[in-house]
């Protein structure tokens, strides 16, 4: 099966800073990348994926950059704001699987 | 806004008794998935079914728990007999399954709020 890490497993970072999240994943064969956040007591949400024909993608605050080659994704939050804090997880999976493996989670927490 | 609502919200119960919990996936999805989250373990995958037919379960313990899907807009999750170690968080989810080929390609997964479950 996948094997997937995250790092880092906390990031605290000021408001208005910069916080980046990496994934790493074992299989090669996988082709579709998203990120998903829990905000505390929450459900998991989708806020940002990436095909594997794509190497990056934006969605306004929030980019993934895909490096297929060393089978590791991104994600990047600019200008972080105190609602941004949140746990985030990767979850990589291979063609025709439609279940995720979740990596282990960062907790982000934005300082006002 | 359609979403994936699930029942019970919370659920106490002590060792031993039957539990079940029930998710409505969004009208027109036909992916369905049961995920548990624990601290130590994370979110882990039980069961996903696609079109009401299971197609992974082998995340679940066999022996206590099973999943069904008797329509389309239900699914269950049961557990018989529970187990202080099953107290989790369950989440369904559901999805839309587009493709047809061989190098399918995942799409998005709508979680619902979650069954908090704590076995004494």
């Known amino acids: 099966g996948e094997n997937v890490e995250q790092h880092p497993s906390t990031l605290s970072v000021q408001e208005g800073d910069s916080a980046v999240i990496k994934c790493t994943y074992s299989?090669?064969?996988?082709?579709?990348f998203p990120w998903y956040k829990q905000e505390l007591g929450k459900r998991p949400q989708l806020i940002i994926d990436?095909?594997?024909?794509?190497g990056e993608k934006k969605d306004q605050r929030i980019a993934v950059t895909l490096n297929k080659t060393a089978k590791h994704f991104s994600l990047h939050i600019t200008e972080t704001q105190p609602e941004d804090s949140a746990v985030y997880f990767c979850?990589?999976?291979?063609?025709?699987?439609?279940?995720?493996?979740f990596g282990s989670g960062t907790r982000l927490q934005v300082q006002p | 806004d359609a979403r994936v609502t699930q029942t019970p919200r919370h659920k106490v119960t002590e060792m031993g008794q039957e539990v079940t919990m029930r998710c409505q996936p969004i009208?027109?999805?036909?992916?369905v998935f049961w995920y548990r989250q624990t601290m130590m373990q994370g979110l882990e995958l039980l069961a996903y079914f696609r079109n009401r037919a299971p197609l992974d379960d082998s995340g679940m313990p066999k022996d206590r728990f099973s999943a069904e899907m008797p329509d389309a807009t239900l699914a269950t999750l049961k557990i018989q007999p529970s187990e202080p170690r099953d107290s989790a968080v369950y989440f369904c989810?559901?999805?839309?399954?587009?493709?047809?080929?061989?190098?399918?390609?995942?799409?998005?997964?709508?979680f619902g709020p979650g069954t908090r479950l704590l076995v004494l």
């Open positions: 299989d090669s064969a996988s082709n579709y």
């Open positions: 009208l027109g999805h036909n992916t």
């Open positions: 990436i095909r594997s024909n794509v």
């Open positions: 979850a990589p999976s291979l063609p025709g699987r439609r279940a995720l493996t």
């Open positions: 989810a559901s999805g839309l399954d587009r493709d047809r080929g061989v190098g399918r390609r995942g799409e998005t997964q709508y």
